[in-house]
């Protein structure tokens, strides 16, 4: 009976340590983003802030960026760089975001 509750709570702590490991590589993945568009979204004068924009329009502007859709000098060799799955863990991550 212990090894059984033993068992759950590891179970518990593994889901829990899977999770904050999605939550670190959407923050890594956008803090490539920060060169032009601010730290965790929050863009200097000139650039697009991403902070507290709809993840479904980001999603939807970085996957056009990635199709060649939408016309860009930088984004779309960007956005070719991660998965459809990525682009959305990263857009959530910047709707999460504080204005």
Same mark, same amino acid.
């Given at each position: 009976?212990?090894?059984?509750?033993?068992?759950?709570?590891?179970l518990a702590l593994c889901a829990?340590?899977?999770?904050?490991?999605?939550?670190?590589?959407?923050?890594?993945? /956008?803090?490539?983003?920060?060169?032009?568009?601010?730290?965790?979204?929050?863009?200097?004068?000139?650039? /697009?802030?991403?902070? &507290?924009?709809?993840k479904a329009y980001l999603v939807?502007?970085?996957?056009?960026?990635?199709?060649?859709?939408?016309? /860009?000098?930088?984004?779309?060799?960007?956005?070719?760089?991660?998965?459809?799955?990525?682009? &959305?863990?990263?857009?959530?991550?910047?709707?999460?975001?504080?204005?």
């Amino acid at each position: 009976m212990a090894s059984a509750k033993y068992l759950l709570g590891l179970l518990a702590l593994c889901a829990g340590t899977a999770h904050a490991g999605e939550n670190l590589n959407s923050r890594n993945w /956008a803090a490539s983003c920060s060169a032009c568009h601010g730290t965790n979204g929050h863009a200097v004068t000139g650039m /697009a802030a991403l902070a &507290g924009v709809d993840k479904a329009y980001l999603v939807n502007t970085m996957l056009e960026f990635k199709s060649g859709k939408r016309p /860009a000098t930088l984004m779309h060799q960007i956005a070719k760089g991660y998965s459809d799955e990525q682009i &959305g863990q990263i857009a959530e991550f910047f709707a999460k975001q504080k204005k």
